[in-house]
């Protein structure tokens, strides 16, 4: 008996071993994108960016969150990578929970939050009119055709998430097409 599976459970699972990669063990001794060591704080929690400043947090290995951070640059965002050792720490005490996670989590200037592939245009939306009482936004998992997920022509609808306070969570924007993005 052959089985076949639909083309977007082979994307999502060709994407798992990308999602392990982007969650490998990391040093000892994070250190930002250039090699300057990231302030130390007693809390995981990270100082607010200024201005248009994303701080990105990642692992050192994960190639897609590296698109990502290019994507942001190029819609006018200044981004500045760090690569924490305890990755499910930071998002726990930012608020995001597991079933919300990505490879990746930026913070904005005002503290919100931006996990996964978000795209840069919900990004600016957002920020120019936050919804009272959320937390930020969010892509879950790591959907095919996302911003730093491209493969080709290849691309899989997905859900941009509100994240709001006490845990709970709606659609903020259906993605259909890359042109959505």
């Known amino acids: 008996m052959r089985v076949i599976f639909p083309r ?4 999502t699972l060709g994407a798992l071993p990308l999602l392990a990669a982007c969650n490998d063990p990391v040093p000892e001794k994070p250190q930002t994108l250039g090699g300057a060591e990231p ?15 994303l701080q990105v947090f990642k692992s050192p290995t994960c190639g897609c969150c590296e698109g990502w951070i290019e994507h942001a640059d190029q819609a006018g965002f200044s981004t500045q990578a760090q690569h924490p050792a305890d990755m499910a720490a930071l998002k726990t005490e930012h608020g995001i929970a597991p079933q919300y996670r990505s490879c990746h989590t930026a913070v904005s200037a005002d503290g919100y939050v ?7 245009r919900y990004i600016e939306a957002f920020l ?7 937390l930020g936004l969010a892509v879950p998992g790591m959907p095919v055709g996302s911003p730093g997920m491209e493969m080709g022509k290849d691309f899989m609808p997905y859900q941009v998430l509100l994240l709001k306070q ?3 969570a709606e659609v ?3 993605v259909e097409s890359p042109a959505d993005q």
């Open 8 to 11: 977007w459970v082979l994307f």
């Open 39 to 53: 302030t130390q704080n007693q809390s995981l929690l990270a100082e607010p960016a200024t201005g248009n400043l």
């Open 114 to 120: 931006f996990e996964g592939h978000v795209p840069a």
């Open 128 to 134: 120019a009119a936050p919804p009272a009482g959320a």
């Open 166 to 168: 006490g845990g709970a």
């Open 172 to 174: 903020y924007a259906q």
